[in-house]
């Protein structure tokens, strides 16, 4: 591999970088289609609920439901009175963008390479996309705008959202019946296909459940011993999300589990994805810095259960 000279690299990559990116360090449009897709390919949750893209900062969804009877008993020749007329369930979900900005330097030698080769603006995208879904994926479960963390304060994440459906696990670990227990606190109306739900807790407590179920003397257990099987629970899926919290609590050892359809998540992101760079001469290294806009709700907040005091020890 011939050595280029550190004029030649910082040319060539800005020469790539500005084909990457149109006036002001915006993505081109399929690129920040493509570098969204990124940042779920390695995200438990992301990958799962609805992606909102947002052409402004502060976005509508409109929703529409019938929440009681419609039908009524009907009779010959007669109209339905107004009061038997059914009036759907109007509501709206606000996404209110906030920004977020982070930093990936590459140095001389990665950015030799990467050129040599030419696949530097795929090498940048591979290394920003995956490190910005984690991020906004901790931002979109752990976010609280009482956090004295000032990333999480940026909005509300999922876990501080969820206040309508609490049930209070008490110190005890997860179990049959604390999801027992969750499921008959969430309304009826969303019980309809059990399969669709989730429940979603931290890693340590999954593990902690599969340990559990390991320990009955049948097949079953010996496959959650020896596989990865999947856990079910009230006929509902546990799924472990790295980012969830296991720090809670007055002695630092606590979780939570979240229930909800996937889809009931709503996370959005605003279609102006913006990377720029920038050379730092003492370090050797380019610096690309990428700037976007993110939001996170429930659809229906009210169809979502969350479990409190969850033991990890």
Not at 120 to 129: A, K
Not at 190 to 209: G, H, M, P, Q, V
Not at 269 to 285: F, G, L, M, P, Q
Request: charged share 25%.
């Amino acid at each position: 591999m011939s050595h280029l000279s550190n004029r030649t690299i910082l040319e060539k990559a800005d020469f790539a970088l500005s084909t990457l990116v149109s006036s002001g360090g915006l993505l081109l449009p399929l690129q920040a289609k493509k570098f969204m897709q990124l940042t779920t390919t390695e995200s438990v949750l992301l990958g799962q609920v609805t992606y909102r893209p947002m052409s402004r900062a502060r976005e509508e969804i409109d929703q529409i439901a019938f929440g009681s009877r419609v039908l009524r008993a009907a009779q010959e020749l007669t109209e339905l009175t107004v009061a038997d007329r059914t009036v759907p369930d109007i509501s709206k979900v606000t996404l209110e963008s906030k920004e977020f900005i982070g930093e990936v330097s590459l140095s001389d030698q990665v950015l030799e390479e990467n050129i040599e080769q030419g696949d530097l603006r795929q090498t940048i995208m591979q290394l920003l996309g995956p490190a910005v879904g984690r991020d906004l994926e901790e931002v979109v479960i752990n976010g609280d705008a009482a956090s004295a963390d000032p990333f999480l304060a940026q909005l509300d994440g999922i876990v501080t959202q969820a206040q309508s459906n609490v049930v209070d696990a008490a110190g005890a670990p997860v179990n049959d019946d604390l999801f027992h227990d969750m499921m008959k606190a969430l309304p009826s109306r969303y019980r309809k296909n059990k399969r669709d739900l989730r429940f979603y807790t931290s890693s340590d407590a999954e593990a902690n459940l599969r340990r559990f179920r390991s320990q009955r003397e049948t097949a079953m257990g010996d496959k959650y011993l020896e596989t990865d099987t999947p856990i079910l629970a009230a006929g509902t899926p546990v799924v472990q999300v790295p980012l969830f919290p296991e720090n809670l609590g007055p002695t630092l050892d606590q979780t939570v589990v979240i229930l909800t359809h996937p889809k009931n998540i709503v996370v959005g992101v605003r279609r102006k994805v913006r990377i720029e760079w920038e050379r730092s001469i003492r370090k050797r290294a380019l610096a690309v810095v990428v700037t976007l806009e993110a939001d996170v709700k429930y659809s229906e907040e009210a169809g979502v259960v969350k479990a409190i005091n969850v033991s990890l020890s």
